[in-house]
């Protein structure tokens, strides 16, 4: 149960089902690491890794716990919790493919932590090479998606369809790829009194999902069935979409959805939805997938374990946010770049909120001090005050990225730190 509700958000309600388990039997190791993990959510960084701890007293060896405390944590020289990590890689031959790939992220972010990137980034591709493996990913279906969604959002079809969707101004979708900074600008947001922070949700999609066309039953494929729709399916698909977000609030007057693949919507949000805010964050390219390539995602980012199909797959995104900046009016979407917004955090911060159509709020400021849950790979850099270390964290391995670096829609400025 205490599962089930994490997976749902619901991180208090989830603490109190793995208490009630841990009341039951003292000595879950699994039971402790889920309500580290709900902490971590929350922001509890501290009780988070003594929860860690108590789980690993129990289970020392408990990769899965040592994979989550090394993204609670930093690592420093002789920790014992790192030779840990070591003792279990020596002891390959007894660990399952999914024990060996979770100990070498672990490595991956403990060596990167004390310096050793050229000893980091070999875990890391041992890491990534084992999780590839467990995927199905059709590399040249998802180009197919891509190129489909270009060539049905036209300007002829903006152009006639633009104006028709519901009006309602309760959505802010914050899109881009992982790791390019959503959370950062939904932090800011959700700091606002009148703005609700809904995080990764899913909805769009399921709305996307549940499209029917002329009566037929069959999921009509997106972006297929935009061809089809008129100004009332654009309402009601706008409409559906509002009935589902008003769900997570009753009373606020913006509701944020930062789920970063919503860029593959872009053009549908802005026609069933023409008054909703799209802000699309931008990031180094190489640096966005540095990022990307050292995180193992509990979600479907299955183009971000090889390096070569990485570098593709943002170049198939680069190019479609450049055919949405083509095609859509120019005030459709506020672009925010990483570097800038850390440069020169209160112009942006300010930028992003009146963008919203919203008056200013100084919490936006203390975003790092909001208390909300946080459930993605950036949940605890959001809880710091605004920092720039991550600028640039691409050139610690520039001479390992040739295999990523050949694949990117580089500008001459895009291998610099900043852009």
């Not at 009780?47 to 090394?70: H, Q, R, S, T």
Request: glycine share 6%; with cysteine; net charge negative.
């Amino acid at each position: 149960m205490g599962q089930v509700l994490f997976e749902q958000g619901h991180s208090e309600s989830a603490l109190a089902s793995f208490q009630k388990a841990i009341a039951l039997k003292p000595d879950l190791s699994d039971a402790y690491n889920n309500i580290g993990n709900s902490l971590k959510e929350l922001g509890r960084f501290d009780e988070a890794k003594a929860a860690y701890f108590k789980a690993l007293e129990i289970d020392p060896k408990a990769v899965g716990v040592l994979l989550n405390l090394a993204d609670a944590k930093k690592f420093v020289a002789g920790d014992p919790h790192l030779l840990t990590l070591e003792a279990i890689e020596a002891d390959a031959a007894n660990q399952s493919e999914d024990e060996q790939m979770q100990v070498n992220f672990a490595l991956g972010k403990a060596y990167a932590d004390l310096g050793e990137h050229e000893r980091s980034f070999r875990h890391l591709l041992q890491g990534n090479a084992l999780k590839r493996r467990t995927l199905d990913y059709n590399e040249a279906a998802t180009g197919h998606f891509f190129d489909r969604i270009r060539a049905v959002f036209t300007p002829e079809l903006i152009a006639k369809e633009t104006g028709h969707g519901d009006a309602s101004r309760l959505p802010i979708f914050i899109l881009g790829m992982p790791r390019s900074g959503t959370t950062l600008v939904e932090q800011i947001l959700a700091s606002h009194r009148q703005v609700f922070g809904a995080g990764e949700i899913k909805d769009l999609d399921s709305v996307v999902r549940n499209v029917r066309v002329d009566g037929v039953q069959e999921e009509a494929p997106y972006p297929d069935f935009v061809t089809a729709f008129g100004s009332q399916q654009l309402r009601q698909f706008g409409a559906d979409y509002v009935k589902r977000l008003r769900a997570y609030s009753a009373t606020a007057e913006r509701i944020t959805n930062k789920m970063p693949s919503s860029f593959f919507y872009v053009g549908l949000i802005h026609l069933a939805l023409p008054n909703a805010r799209i802000l699309h964050t931008r990031r180094n390219p190489i640096d966005t997938c540095v990022s990307c390539f050292s995180k193992l995602f509990t979600g479907a980012q299955h183009y971000s374990y090889e390096l070569s199909e990485l570098g593709r797959y943002y170049r198939r995104y680069d190019e479609l946010m450049a055919h949405w900046r083509r095609v859509l009016p120019a005030d459709a979407m506020l672009e925010v770049s990483y570097e800038e917004l850390v440069e020169d955090f209160e112009p942006w911060a300010r930028r992003i909120v009146d963008f919203c159509g919203l008056p200013w709020d100084e919490a936006c400021l203390a975003f790092h001090e909001t208390k909300r849950p946080v459930r993605t790979a950036s949940a605890s850099q959001v809880r710091r005050p605004i920092f720039k270390s991550s600028i640039g964290r691409w050139l610690a391995y520039k001479d390992l990225l040739e295999p990523l670096i050949r694949e990117l829609p580089l500008e001459q400025e895009a291998a610099s730190p900043s852009r």
